[in-house]
């Protein structure tokens, strides 16, 4: 059996590790919109959606 300390560690080192990728995904995913939304806005000045 490992010590509670040793396994509440682990939990919440997984937990943060969940909740950081759950973030870093969430951030890729904005950058990617913001970066289509100046792309697609450079490429087509004069669209109404500008």
Do not use: C, F
Not at 8 to 24: C, F, H, I, K, P
Not at 29 to 43: E, F, G, I, L, S
Request: glycine share 2%.
């Amino acid at each position: 059996m490992l010590p509670a300390s040793v396994v509440d560690t682990n939990r919440v080192r997984n937990e943060l590790q969940e909740a950081y990728g759950t973030a870093y995904e969430a951030a890729v995913y904005r950058t990617a919109m913001w970066y289509r939304t100046m792309v697609v806005h450079h490429n087509h000045p004069n669209d109404s959606d500008a």
